[in-house]
């Protein structure tokens, strides 16, 4: 759906998140809307359900990455300084990738948005210098970049993007611009009918005191008396 394509509905209208309905055409327009911006929805919570994903994946693999960094048989940096087996390395040097990482990890993806796999894979190659059990995490970020950046690709054209928020509908008649075919109303003129015929059939008219005799009011006891009477 383009924003071209609709009749009824404009940019503010989407904005505000709101929709006078004057017209059957232009409540079948809403309702259609109003369904597409939910499918809109779910592909959005797909896309923030990858985002989490990637985020929980990269912790996982960097508190194993990190853990097994004072190895020189799993840390190539531990062993570039000295390290053989588990003593002699320095493991402050070795964890020096991995936090360059994490630190272009967040500033990349979750601040700057880039979702080119072709970044996050040359990125994702860094703390492999901590530990090779970074490995899998340049094989994981891109699959799920791609698959993140596939649905964001789909969504981002689409009218109510990123929120989606579907309109409220209120039918409030405008009777001056009112088009042909719209959705009934009462005017004025048989409001005010019916409330004078509705007056003119109230029972209790009788009892009612006129404003210049101080009053104004119906009165309860002469109400309850002519039920009385009536039973």
């Known amino acids: 759906m383009k924003i071209e394509d609709l009749k ?8 505000a998140a709101h929709l006078n309905v004057t017209s059957a055409e232009m409540y079948e327009e809403a309702k259609n809307f109003n369904q597409h911006m939910y499918d809109m929805q779910r592909k959005r919570h797909r896309f923030n359900l990858d985002m989490m994903g990637i ?3 990269n912790i996982i693999v960097f508190a194993v ?4 960094a004072i190895c020189s048989y799993t ?8 390290g053989r087996g588990f003593i002699g390395g320095n493991v402050h040097i070795a964890v020096i990738p991995a936090v360059v990482y994490a ?3 967040v500033y990349i993806i979750l601040i700057r948005k880039v979702y080119d796999w072709r970044v996050i894979l040359a990125f994702s190659f860094v703390p492999m210098f901590t530990s090779y059990a970074f490995i899998p995490l340049a094989i994981g970020n891109v699959l799920i970049i791609r ?3 596939q649905i964001d690709d ?3 054209g689409e009218p109510g993007y990123p929120g989606f928020a579907e309109l409220v509908l209120s039918y409030i008649r405008d009777e001056e611009n009112a088009e042909e075919g719209s ?5 004025d003129s048989e409001k005010s009918d019916d409330l004078e015929s509705e007056r003119k059939e109230n029972p209790f008219d009788k009892y009612r005191t006129r404003y210049q005799d101080g009053g104004g009011l119906l009165k309860d006891n002469d109400i309850s008396s002519v039920i009385n009477d009536n039973d």
Do not use: H, R
């Open 8 to 15: 009824y509905i404009t940019p503010i209208d989407i904005n």
């Open 75 to 82: 840390s190539l940096m531990f062993y570039l300084t000295g």
């Open 65 to 68: 990455g990190c853990g097994t």
């Open 55 to 57: 985020i929980v994946f």
């Open 183 to 187: 959705m009934n109303g009462y005017s």
């Open 103 to 105: 630190i272009a990890f």
């Open 147 to 149: 698959n993140a950046k």
């Open 154 to 156: 789909e969504i981002k």
